[in-house]
């Protein structure tokens, strides 16, 4: 709209599947005739980088056009869009590392890459990228997860909520940092092969490191890891018993 006084649109796909190098999606700033840049798309949700990668035209329109062949079909696509209203309404607005959609400052590709920096938190979650989809190839990236000192704890339980990696592509779990631990689990494969939600791993200590790799072969859904705080009747291991586990401030 004229009166929204943006200077760039921001795009995502929601979903996307098409006849890999048959099928294709265009995206032009600007129209067919007269564009300033283009971009094509075609394959599955992973080639055009799942739900957390986000892409940019600069001007106020863009022109969507999709082609299929007459031989085989797909699901299609779900294409979303927002104007850049954050900050002024200029691409600088979120900051070098963040695109603005809905209003809203949102992280470039959600998909984690590299150091994805220290968490200071008791209990929480991390995950590989943000689904549906699955994670990227060829991805490292790490989180570092230390309790608050406030909090008293001597340990870390934790569990996956979900878990699905091809058997090349690993999540270790540190006890520590990786060039300093006491201890060290790998985990890949399905959710049954790491022992479900139900299987709870303790870290002693008040830190651990996550981290994350996959090659370049067949990817998967990826993991949720959740962690939490040992702080169940003084914040000793021995607080639930030989049979049981605190986690969130209950015995599971």
């Not at 709209?1 to 996307?16: G, L």
């Not at 590299?114 to 979650?125: E, F």
């Amino acid at each position: 709209p004229a009166d929204a006084n943006v200077s760039a649109v921001v795009y995502r796909f929601a979903s996307f599947a098409t006849e890999r190098d048959h099928d294709f999606l265009n995206v032009y700033a600007g129209d067919p005739t007269n564009y300033t840049s283009l971009a094509k798309y075609s394959g599955d949700f992973v080639d055009v980088g799942g739900f957390g990668q986000y892409y940019v035209v600069d001007g106020t329109m863009l022109t969507v056009t999709f082609s299929s062949d007459r031989s085989v079909t797909d699901a299609g696509f779900v294409l979303e869009w927002s104007g850049v209203t954050c900050g002024g309404s200029t691409l600088s607005g979120c900051g070098g590392d963040h695109y603005c959609f809905n209003g809203t400052c949102v992280r470039k590709g959600d998909h984690c890459q590299g150091d994805m920096g220290v968490i200071t938190a008791l209990t929480g979650s991390i995950t590989d990228h943000h689904l549906p989809g699955n994670y990227l190839a060829n991805t490292q990236c790490s989180w570092t997860i230390v309790m608050p000192t406030e909090a008293e704890v001597s340990a870390v339980v934790y569990r996956f909520a979900s878990f699905a990696t091809n058997d090349y592509d690993d999540v270790v779990v540190y006890a520590g940092d990786p060039t300093s631990y006491t201890s060290r689990r790998e985990y890949s494969g399905d959710f049954e092969h790491i022992g479900g939600a139900g299987h709870y791993y303790v870290v002693n200590g008040t830190a651990l490191t996550v981290t994350f790799s996959s090659n370049e072969r067949r990817n998967d859904a990826g993991f949720v890891l959740e962690w939490s705080g040992v702080t169940c009747g003084g914040g000793t291991l021995s607080a639930c018993g030989s049979t049981a586990h605190c986690f969130n401030d209950t015995c599971v």
